[in-house]
């Protein structure tokens, strides 16, 4: 924390802000500069709100300093995270160069429906497969998912072409089926921020995959990791899946630099989901390609063998045949970074 | 819904669009401009997702033209919702001219301090009182609450002082005992889209104080609402407390103008709240009084006698004699609108 | 400028940096934490652009400290600025406790026009009389206003009324003949970083009136007033006119924060235009309203007495009535607060 | 342009409008749904502003529906507009598969600085040559660019080794040298809607080279585009810069989804800066990989031989070195994509 004095703050001024920081147990640093002093704090390990400090009077304003994540930082950890999903077909490894391709409806809706999709988008090479069993909607009156009995689609879809599992909780009562059903437990964008959930997802025994909340800077996006990894879950990937801004073509601002981003601060992989992120099928394409290309370790992409009759979201998934160039496509950009698809 | 067609768009087109539009049992209006064909669509109550239409030949767009909102509308009930909250000094009125001051700290730290702030605020006229007992914390290591002892120390506060108590549930845990021991259920901003969360206070049977989400649009804070109506509950009130722009100097963008707009669409009752709205103690007083006369039915403001020691967002919270100023103004300003605070 | 070091950064690393600080001319003082250290920097005057330190080994990030406004801040004058402008009916006090209505239609449309919305808003008690000759206009088919034209009819309108004018200018062509004609020069939003016309309005004889940009920061927008300032005139109003956000109800969202947040840096006076704020008639009265309450300086308001026959913006324009009831209100909420409407 | 009514407005309130509409000369086309008549207009052009529909009686809110851009439109021209910029190696060409990259520091320094960039760049296959005569800074006390004597320097970087020069106008002046010394006219983010400028450069006899506005919606983007066409200069490049938003980790968000969504809508080139759109080193180069795999049909890239000296965003500046690489990442992946860079 870094405290700037008024300029023409008195030296009494400067000598009380100083005294109530030793009263608080830290240490103060006055560095007098030409214009005015500011003033370094040090010995605060994060318990103490310093925001106060603002309201004394010649202080103009507190700058924080020390980023408040722990666990999810490359400080605590340098190299990079690198998860391995255990499936029928063997491991599937995200992070370190690893991609990971996840691909499904965006909700099961029938078994055949399921089946039928997965048949044709193992075939392009993907081995997780996605399709919500819980849906988050808007509105009380859209279809609100299977439960239950989605999760048993989703597990004959798992015993019947070997994919691992991606699909999201929304309450604790659905994570403690999703943790017995699944492979990933995913938690949407609209709860990154609901701590209860978090908290029960860092003591589940499966990998959690948590998607950036629609406005969440990136600080918040670490600390809703960080809950999941203080509560002893190490094994989470993050996920952007677009920013809401005033731009207003698409469903969202899919927030591409968030990559490298992460990668400097954090050893977690981040996947990109640009169906979500863009909302219309038209984008979807070329947005996987360029997630890719930026860095990601891995895509969310929903396909729909029948588009027009999806039950949600049908105008942002793309045709089976479509994602088997896509992947193909996608195969060769990573080559030339030097990554691999599995 | 409104299918724009491309100006070159066929005849064939716009008929297959129209036999689309038919097949799913809805009736299709097609309007021929002079340099384009739109197409009206009427009879779909809501259960069927036209987007896909994006995708037919000849489509630029869909455009959206119900509201997709029913109970909160203001076309399901033209007058002006009236909440009435039972305390031991009488009903609290909340809407309809009633302007409501709802003061108390951040957090519930200790049965002293909630206390002596009630005793204070109680004189400046504040009949309902606020404080976490559960507090969704950005960080895993920040303060979380007392949970049910902070409850208990809030029901004190009711039984010595007369207040109505609002507080915040975050999980359906601690919703059930909000739900015993408080009179108005709060949920905040970052679940304003726990759906399962909503449905769960849908049934309840306090009223429910909701506020809009960081990044939500109207439609999104307004069918949040309808989730909660939509199982029963009819008694509640909406909350501004700012969303999240680029605007950098204060913490959230108080957007007052959010108030007009839901009077226009909605019968429900909205409060401002301009201590997390800012963010900073210098702007909630001027922030206050605009609130009032902008039109809010009720102010949610954070008070702490000793705002330094506070445990968490000290940096907002007022002063009582401050309070009392404050609310001096806002009758004044309440009274050249017609308007009373109670 | 503060440089965070990462937490396993050398010690060699922090010589480096501070090395490479001191070789720029600078001072540096690093302040070693328990987690990392920090660098203050210390003897910049502005000069430096001291982000390329971010790419030195072992740098996390570099944090600006001092504001880069001078002559705009309240550090270079306390006390607020009192600006005077002569009218015929004596002068218009703006800013220290004095609130200016600026009433008058968007666009300059007829001699009529004018002087039937001029006489109106004169009995209201407005001094100040607004109208665009030169329209920035989204779309180049847009009516684009008079000219100079419209200048000699606002000068008429002066003449027969005793109003100040107050009208805008869009480049430096423009600018000469708004000097010339009004007597207070508006830079809208779109050109609050249009630099050369900045420069120009600093030489300029006459006060400024300068719009925030749809998406301005706080510093940017004091570093546009900056710009003026720095040429020798000092006569500088701001004015907040809604900034760009998510938010899709209004045409942009006021944000009425910015008033004491102004006030707290600068010592220059600061207005608010809640219709384009708002962009809709309905919303136009209660933000004015609350725009006076947050201690605005003056409003900027559109008027037109046949709104619905208006060449440009007629939907946010409020009839003749409806100001002189708003006109009351205002003067009543203003007494509260201890300022007078002139 | 479509009004929709409430659902409770009469059959007379219905006609009212309808009236009103048809007064104007216009078609109303009344479309009675289930539960509330929606009226869709026809024949307008757009030079009426029909928003003042929303204030009758009866009228929930008027949705636009025909674009307002017509000469950028897809629907004006179909097929890709493909630019030839003459250079003394002959043509570079933009649009339909051609990728340009267009490299060189921020702002011109010196001679030897823009000569020792080129050489280095030129090597690595770029064509184009950017660098700053004329820079907008926020801050007036920081480097404002050589002027003509830059554009001198910039002559000269053409005469010796045959790139293409691309630099930035920023007013009328400016821009007469800038149109007789370089061959691609560039304004500015901050000027995207300088109307003024925009008008003069569409009377240039050179192409242009548009950058989108910080916060301007694609519509308005693509009506600053349409004001340059509309003067008869059909010579327009569009450029992706970044956004702003609330997200904090970079100067601005890239939104990469904007190429897709300007290729359905406009034939018009759209090219892509990573530099300013990031703001900081380490991301230029994934943000520049994305780019091309998204389909831009151009990459602007700054470049700087001695970042850390550089007189302007040195930060985002990426050496010699590091472009020569990334110009063969970008090759590779656009020939994925059955692109060529020129």
């Not at 203080?230 to 990559?259: I, K, P, Q």
Request: proline share 5%; aromatic share 4%.
């Amino acid at each position: 924390m870094l405290v700037v004095m008024q300029s023409h703050a008195t030296e009494e001024q400067v000598r009380a802000v100083c005294q109530r920081i030793e009263s608080l147990g830290l240490k103060a640093h006055p560095i007098p500069g030409s214009l005015r002093t500011a003033i370094g704090i040090t010995g605060n390990k994060g318990e103490i709100d310093l925001g106060v400090l603002e309201s004394l009077p010649g202080v103009v304003e507190c700058i924080p300093v020390s980023k408040p994540y722990k666990l999810v930082s490359r400080d605590a950890k340098e190299e990079d995270t690198i998860l391995r999903i255990p499936t029928l077909s063997g491991d599937v490894v995200v992070g370190g160069g690893h991609v990971a391709l996840v691909a499904g409806p965006c909700a099961v809706e029938t078994e055949e429906q399921c089946l039928a999709i997965a048949e044709r988008v193992k075939k392009s090479g993907a081995r997780l497969f996605r399709g919500g069993a819980y849906k988050p909607r808007t509105s009380p009156y859209s279809f609100q998912g299977l439960g239950e009995s989605g999760l048993k689609i989703l597990s004959k879809v798992r015993a019947t072409y070997g994919f691992g599992i991606v699909t999201e909780a929304i309450d604790n009562e659905s994570l403690d089926l999703v943790e017995e059903y699944a492979d990933v437990i995913q938690i949407g964008a609209r709860n990154m921020q609901n701590f209860s959930l978090l908290k029960r997802a860092g003591r589940a025994r499966k990998p959690v995959l948590l998607k950036r909340g629609m406005s969440a800077t990136l600080d918040e996006f670490l600390m809703a990791a960080e809950y999941i990894l203080s509560e002893g879950n190490y094994n989470v990937m993050l996920c952007e899946r677009g920013v809401r801004t005033f731009s207003d073509f698409s469903r969202n601002t899919l927030d591409l630099a968030v990559v490298p981003a992460v990668k400097k601060r954090s050893h977690l992989p981040i996947l990109v989901d640009p169906s979500h992120g863009t909302g219309k099928r038209h984008k979807v394409l070329p947005l996987s390609r360029a997630a890719v290309a930026v860095g990601a370790d891995g895509l969310l992409i929903e396909v729909h063998h029948e588009p027009d009759k999806a039950l949600s979201d049908g105008m942002q998934s793309i045709l089976p045949e479509e994602f088997a160039e896509l992947a193909d496509e996608m195969r060769q950009i990573a080559a030339i970074l030097h990554r691999t698809i599995n």
